[in-house]
């Protein structure tokens, strides 16, 4: 194929309330903000620890971004690699545009083997197209093996984290879901459990030994797929997921089409880059690789579902392209303040966190709510740019994705209209000067008294003082010691009728909008809006 | 006293002004300009007393940032061609800034490449490497990190994200300051975690930034300090209004009063 067309995209999640209001919700839920502080402040010492070892941790994370650099400049080329050498090994690849027809890909095989079940290993893929849903729809079960998953579908959830999908549960609650669910859908948990770690895990596998001999279908997806050998990679913890990749006859994989990479010696590089940044190991218990069908050993007829759903569209931006490198380490989930406040939910998507941020609505653009404030959920402090090991730079793309929001409101909003006003201001400095003398004007008038409530600053003055804007601006006093009259010619650009020029800005007195924006630090119009054992499992596939 | 010495012994480094003293251009940034003057005019007068040059360049007004990173980046090309206009013939351009300097340095070729201004481009990539924020102004030119200074108070120090990681200014803040007299400055636990102020992130998430926020303060808090240093006026004002309005009794500086204050003229 020369050219992977532009597809529409799956809605995981979608209907979600945007992530501030998500994110108020979550940060009331006391309980899983200590689970994620807990949990996060544990994997990133970790992390650090593990990294802090390497010698040449820049020169792997520069060999890693090239590596997926090189195979997503030249997708197109590797993608036939990669079918052409899994074909000669006997397995059979199917192109899937979006998540339906990837979905119906799969319904189709199963049925065909007569199968009303499959096990699967986890995958955020899978998840993304929410095919287990759709299988359901067909009257196919399909049952999740990776223990964190198992907790989240039982619990009849969202995952939270890429690679904890049950970060936000504690031990008691998992219990509790355990004794409530398992027995409806296969053996049940002991009467006597407990909510020890190894209670919970016993629980489990037998619970799911149970599915693992019965299933003759799986469904996996990959971490990676090597293009110059046709051979597929699941990294996880467990082995749970190598059960069901050995045990039934039919082996479906559903597979991103940025999972490609050139050869086997990129594998052994991002090998060393994946489990230090997500699990913080210095290499993952379980590292399963399979090249098409072996005779007599393992399934016996293997499928493989490349998957684009909004990939060739994210692909085709010079810049957001970056965004695919990412090997779902979970690295900037864990290091992320806001990620470990608002939790995972609030995201609206499988891929929340930093790179759920940028990732999402680029695949899904930004035309929902929560899409369009997800470039927002970041405080651009550049703690995941500085963990990502592929060094994708979510600040930056974060900034370039509230340019295109900001560019399809197109200019119709109080924000867009005070912004306007405060880039005239700036245009020129008389005009700055006439803004700062009714700001220290109002300070003069304070005499230095604190503020605990100002007309559009809701928000601020919520939970922290406003600082009174002082009687001297710097310029002021610069002129008074440095002899400048910074006062001179400012008075025809103060006057209330120049207003900013341009479209469809008001004529507001630009000096009085202008002044109550820069004391806000750069909140330019307060605006509307702003009024108003989980652990368990093993990597993402 | 030796502070002066310090200051006059420490002679500019920099290849092109070694027979002179470095001229300086000021970048107060509008923030600090309009309510915080105390950062520049303390920048003022450290950077005197370290026998330099300075000069304000009286048409500055603001980098653009807050209008970039809320995504209005047509609003902040013009101001991008400004800052080009204003101090494209410095020797250096200092700002009390690490935020606004990393703006500068981090997103001005971007917006000059997004309007395909190549000409802009140019320009902003000639000026950058001479736009630096005080720290590594005094530590990198100067040559300095005994700047004299006199601060006899508990302090404990915020590395703001944009110095730390668009910067890297590293630890030449923490450097300077130990080299303060009297100064008993002790380590801010998770130091590196951003306060949650983030420009408009404050307004537009100010649920999760308030969070971010409770827990900086908090940390300020366990030190015992009496004084929170950074080089950001906006985070501090950011963690500084959450301080007082728990009543803590923990007050907010600027890194360039610190190191501006003396015995003569404490701070
Ligand atoms: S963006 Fe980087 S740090 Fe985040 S999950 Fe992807 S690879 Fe890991």
């Known amino acids: 194929m020369s050219e992977l067309p532009v597809q529409a995209t799956s809605a995981t999640f979608l209907g979600m309330p945007s992530f501030q209001r998500a994110a108020k919700d979550a940060l009331a839920n006391t309980q899983q903000r200590r689970n994620l502080a807990h949990a996060t402040a544990t994997i990133r010492t970790k992390r650090a620890a593990v990294v802090g070892e390497v010698e040449g941790w820049e020169d792997l994370r520069v060999a890693g971004a090239a590596a997926k650099d090189e195979a997503l400049h030249h997708l197109p080329d590797y993608l036939e690699e990669l079918e052409a050498n899994l074909t000669?090994?006997?397995?059979?690849?199917?192109?899937?545009?979006?998540?339906?027809?990837?979905?119906?890909?799969?319904?189709?095989?199963?049925?065909?083997?007569?199968?009303?079940?499959?096990?699967?290993?986890?995958?955020?893929?899978?998840?993304?197209?929410?095919?287990?849903?759709?299988?359901?729809?067909?009257?196919?079960?399909?049952?999740?093996?990776?223990?964190?998953?198992?907790?989240?579908?039982?619990?009849?959830?969202?995952?939270?984290?890429?690679?904890?999908?049950?970060?936000?549960?504690?031990?008691?609650?998992?219990?509790?879901?355990?004794?409530?669910?398992?027995?409806?859908?296969?053996?049940?948990?002991?009467?006597?459990?407990?909510?020890?770690?190894?209670?919970?895990?016993?629980?489990?596998?037998?619970?799911?030994?149970?599915?693992?001999?019965?299933?003759?279908?799986?469904?996996?997806?990959?971490?990676?797929?090597?293009?110059?050998?046709?051979?597929?990679?699941?990294?996880?913890?467990?082995?749970?997921?190598?059960?069901?990749?050995?045990?039934?006859?039919?082996?479906?994989?559903?597979?991103?089409?940025?999972k490609v990479l050139p050869s086997l010696e990129d594998l052994s590089t991002m090998l060393q880059l994946l489990p230090r940044s997500s699990t913080g190991e210095r290499m993952n218990p379980y590292t399963s690789m399979w090249t098409g069908v072996t005779p007599g050993d393992g399934p016996q007829e293997v499928h493989v579902v490349l998957l684009d759903n909004g990939r060739s569209r994210v692909l085709a931006d010079e810049v957001g392209r970056e965004a695919l490198r990412c090997i779902r380490c979970s690295a900037c989930l864990n290091v992320c303040p806001v990620y470990e406040r608002a939790g995972g939910h609030a995201y609206g998507s499988v891929y929340p966190g930093p790179i759920g941020a940028v990732l999402n609505p680029q695949l899904r653009g930004t035309s929902s709510e929560v899409d369009k404030s997800l470039p927002y959920a970041s405080s651009l402090c550049g703690a995941c740019f500085e963990a990502c090991p592929v060094r994708i730079d979510i600040p930056a793309l974060l900034?370039?994705?509230?340019?295109?929001?900001?560019?399809?409101?197109?200019?119709?909003?109080?924000?867009?209209?005070?912004?306007?006003?405060?880039?005239?201001?700036?245009?020129d400095h008389r005009r700055m000067e006439a803004a700062q003398r009714a700001s220290t004007l109002g300070g003069r008038l304070l005499g230095g008294r604190t503020l605990r409530s100002v007309p559009g600053l809701g928000a601020w003055t919520q939970a922290r003082d406003v600082p009174t804007p002082p009687t001297q601006t710097f310029r002021q006093w610069w002129a008074s010691t440095h002899g400048d009259d910074p006062d001179a010619g400012a008075d025809e650009a103060a006057s209330p009728v120049a207003g900013p020029t341009g479209d469809g800005v008001d004529e507001a007195t630009p000096d009085e909008q202008g002044a109550t924006d820069h004391r806000t630090g750069g909140g330019t119009a307060a605006d509307a809006e702003s009024r108003d054992p989980r652990h368990t499992s093993g990597e993402s596939s | 006293m030796s502070a002066t010495t310090a200051g006059t012994e420490a002679s500019p480094t920099s290849g092109t002004a070694a027979r002179r003293a470095p001229r300086v251009a000021l970048f107060a940034t509008c923030f600090n300009d309009t309510m915080w003057p105390e950062a520049p005019r303390a920048t003022v007068t450290l950077l005197e007393r370290l026998g330099c040059e300075v000069v304000f360049p009286r048409e500055q007004t603001c980098c653009g940032q807050m209008f970039t990173n809320t995504g209005y980046a047509d609003q902040a090309t013009p101001l991008v061609r400004r800052f080009v206009d204003v101090f494209g013939g410095a020797d250096h351009v200092v700002a009390p800034s690490g935020s606004c300097v990393g703006s500068v340095r981090e997103q001005h070729a971007m917006l000059a490449r997004r309007a395909g201004d190549t000409g802009l481009e140019r320009e902003v990539e000639e000026l950058t490497p001479r736009v630096h924020e005080l720290s590594e102004f005094l530590v990198d030119v100067l040559g300095v990190t005994d700047v004299g200074a006199y601060y006899p108070h508990r302090v404990t120090y915020h590395p703001t994200c944009h110095s730390l990681r668009m910067l890297g200014v590293g630890d030449k803040p923490l450097r300077l300051l130990r080299e303060v007299r009297g100064i008993d400055l002790v380590d801010l636990p998770a130091a590196t975690e951003c306060c949650g102020f983030g420009g408009t992130f404050a307004m537009k998430n100010a649920d999760t930034s308030i969070a971010m926020g409770a827990d900086k303060a908090r940390h300020v808090r366990d030190t015992g300090a009496e004084v929170l240093v950074a080089g950001d006026n906006s985070c501090l004002a950011h963690i500084g209004g959450m301080l007082d309005r728990q009543r803590s009794g923990v007050r907010t500086v600027h890194l360039a009063q610190v190191l501006a204050a003396t015995e003569e003229d404490p701070a």
């Open chain 1, 88 to 258: 000669a090994r006997g397995a059979t690849v199917h192109w899937a545009r979006d998540a339906a027809e990837a979905n119906q890909i799969v319904i189709d095989i199963t049925r065909a083997k007569g199968a009303d079940e499959v096990v699967k290993v986890k995958s955020m893929a899978t998840q993304e197209i929410e095919l287990n849903e759709a299988l359901e729809a067909a009257g196919i079960a399909a049952w999740e093996t990776d223990l964190a998953e198992l907790i989240v579908q039982l619990g009849h959830d969202r995952p939270s984290h890429i690679l904890v999908p049950a970060i936000h549960r504690n031990r008691a609650e998992i219990r509790e879901i355990f004794v409530r669910e398992m027995g409806g859908v296969g053996r049940a948990a002991p009467e006597d459990l407990t909510d020890e770690p190894a209670r919970l895990a016993e629980a489990a596998r037998l619970h799911l030994r149970e599915k693992f001999l019965r299933a003759k279908v799986a469904v996996s997806g990959a971490n990676f797929a090597i293009a110059d050998t046709g051979t597929l990679v699941v990294v996880e913890s467990e082995g749970n997921g190598r059960m069901c990749l050995t045990l039934p006859e039919t082996l479906i994989s559903v597979v991103g089409v940025e």
């Open chain 1, 399 to 427: 900034v370039k994705l509230r340019t295109q929001v900001v560019d399809e409101a197109s200019g119709r909003s109080a924000e867009a209209a005070s912004m306007k006003a405060a880039a005239w201001m700036f245009g």
